[in-house]
Every structure is written in structure tokens, then in C-alpha cells.
């Protein structure tokens, strides 16, 4: 049996995170610090009810943008996981403050923590809104790790949060280089998967919209997606891994959104979807074979619409 570790999860209670914190749990060697912005509030219940969460699971009350509370859950751990960033649920007014600022200066924060913690490993989500927006990039060939997002761009086409994950995840690795701090990043396409809790978070409703009948007809675009009990895997894989370094993609293959539908149409064949789709030229797609390499496995398509309906179902998110 491996020793036991303490590690910290910023953002315990999101989407990815509760997932990520759950499966730490399971593997009986990590004590989890979670930070969460109320540890009381009832939407981090089920955190709390997990199996081995009574002995190793602490909630910590913690504002990322006050460097002292996110020292305090920081300090003792041997790693962390930033998983904690703002997405905003519509356009914001005002994004240098609502969106920008705390994605840069939260995640300094954390990673400065780290550094005076003496933290061993920071594995840290970004997105892959911070690689795809590159017009210079080939158009035949898949993004990879060494695309970054232009930041001119995201600011001229008001992709605030895109420039937000984009600025954040380079501040890290100058943080890095700076300090020696070990920082590796996992950068997934549009996460989607089975809730752990009824909040229905940003992604999970695009999945969810297709389900509603009020729409005829939708965009047949190429999707890019992944499971997030795969980001979670993938997040313990940079972790433990030794030779991990830099940053990774987090991808499945991509597929049509006619696709997409026909699945869950197949398996849930009584509700009202899309009738008709107009093709949309756009295949964006994203290499995750630097991560294959860390033997990161991915769960079929189809047990991820599944497992994602049976969820919504289960919470009365769908009648």
C-alpha cells in the first residue's frame, strides 16, 4: 500500500473536480483537501457523502483571489490540483474583473502557495480554448501542445473565457520557469459525463439542449468532446507519472452531432430531438496521442451519453 498523501483540490465542488475528488478517494492512499467558497452550502454535499470522505475528505472555506485562505489549504499537501476557474453562464459586462482576473490572479495565487508549501507536483485544468484559436495553425492537421490560442484574437472576438484559460495557463508555466515549481496542464475539449449533484454546469447543458424539441434543426458541426471521469484519470495520470511534463490534451475522438444524437436516440428513442441538421464546414480536431503515452484509456461514447442521461434523469433534470 502506497503512504498516504495530501493533496488539495481547488474548486471541490465543480463539475470536473467532484469527479476528481471521488476517485482520489477511491484509491485509499490520498487525504483530499477540498477547497470550496462554503464549506456548509448544500451544493457540496455530495462531496461529503462519498465513501471514504468522513476520514479523508476536509472542506476548506477558500476565496482564490485571498492569497492567505489558499495558502492555509495548501500548506502541508505533497500536490494539487487547480481545477477551480470561472466560467461565465452568459456575456459578461465586465470581463477584465468578472472572468480574467480571478483565472490569472487565482491561479498565481494557488501556484505561489505551492511554491512556499514546498508542493511537489501542481497538475492544473486548462482547456483547449487555449490551443485551438491559431489561425496560423495548418488547417489538415489536429492541434496539438504546441498551439497556443492568440490572445489578439479572443480579445477582438470577445471570447473572454478563452482568453482567460489562455492567459491563465501561460502565467503558470512563466511561474514555472521562474521558480522551478513543477506544473504540468491537461487542456480537454467540451467535458461532459454523469453529475454527481442536480447543478447543471455550462457544458453538460449543450448536451442537455438536444433533448429539448424546441429546435428543428441544429448545426451537424464535429464536437470535440470528453468523459469528465476520463479528465479525472487523466489528471491522477499527470500526477503519479514521473516523466508527465508540460502540457497534454484531453480528447476523444471527435464526432458529428447527428452522431451524437442518433446514440442517445437509440438508447432513449421516446423523447423529442433535432429533426435536421445543416453541415457546417468546420473539423477542428485536438491529438491527445501525448497523453495516450502516459497509457490514459477512454470510455466508449456511448457509456458517456448514457451514464450522462441516467444522470439528469436521476435528479428530474429530465422528465
Known amino acids: 500500500m502506497a503512504a498516504r498523501q495530501t493533496v488539495c483540490v481547488t474548486g471541490a465542488g465543480g ?89 490569472v490572479t487565482g491561479t498565481l495565487n494557488v501556484l505561489k502557495a505551492c511554491y512556499e508549501a514546498k508542493v511537489k507536483r501542481v497538475v492544473m485544468v486548462s ?43 501561460r502565467e503558470a ?36 439542449n438536444y433533448f429539448k424539441g424546441d429546435r428543428e434543426t441544429v448545426e451537424n458541426r464535429l464536437r470535440n468532446v470528453v468523459d469528465v471521469r476520463d479528465v479525472a484519470d487523466a489528471l491522477l495520470l499527470a500526477y503519479e507519472n514521473p516523466e508527465a511534463s508540460g502540457r497534454y490534451i484531453c480528447n476523444s475522438a471527435p464526432i458529428k452531432v447527428s452522431d451524437m444524437i442518433n446514440i442517445l436516440k437509440s438508447l432513449y428513442p421516446t423523447y423529442t430531438y433535432p429533426r435536421s441538421f445543416v453541415e457546417v464546414e468546420e473539423s477542428s480536431t485536438y491529438s491527445s496521442d501525448k497523453l495516450q503515452k502516459l497509457a490514459w484509456t477512454l470510455r466508449p461514447i456511448e457509456e458517456t451519453l448514457r451514464d450522462s442521461v441516467e444522470s439528469y434523469r436521476a435528479f428530474g433534470i429530465l422528465d
Not at 480554448?129 to 501542445?145: M, T
Request: proline content about 5%; aromatic content about 8%; charged content about 20%.
Open 15 to 103: 463539475f470536473i473536480a467532484s469527479w476528481h475528488v471521488k476517485l482520489l478517494l477511491s484509491r485509499g492512499h490520498y487525504a483530499v483537501r477540498g477547497t470550496v467558497r462554503d464549506p456548509g452550502d448544500g451544493k457540496n454535499a455530495h462531496l461529503k457523502a462519498l465513501e471514504g470522505a468522513g476520514e479523508r475528505l476536509q472542506l476548506f472555506k477558500v476565496d482564490l483571489l485571498d492569497y492567505d485562505s489558499v495558502a492555509s489549504a495548501v500548506a502541508g499537501c505533497e500536490g494539487v490540483f487547480h481545477v477551480a476557474s470561472p466560467v461565465p453562464s452568459s456575456r459578461s459586462t465586465n470581463p477584465e474583473v468578472e472572468v480574467i482576473a480571478p483565472a
Open 127 to 169: 482547456s483547449v480554448v487555449s490551443v485551438g484559436v491559431n489561425p496560423n495553425w495548418p488547417k489538415d492537421k489536429a492541434f496539438n501542445e504546441d498551439s497556443w490560442s492568440d490572445e489578439d484574437i479572443c480579445r477582438k472576438n470577445q471570447d473572454w473565457y478563452y482568453l482567460s484559460k489562455t492567459l491563465a495557463e
Open 173 to 208: 508555466f512563466a511561474y514555472a520557469a521562474k521558480t522551478g515549481l513543477d506544473i504540468v496542464t491537461i487542456c480537454p475539449s467540451l467535458v461532459i459525463g454523469p453529475l454527481m449533484q442536480s447543478i447543471v454546469n455550462a457544458s453538460s447543458k449543450i448536451l442537455l
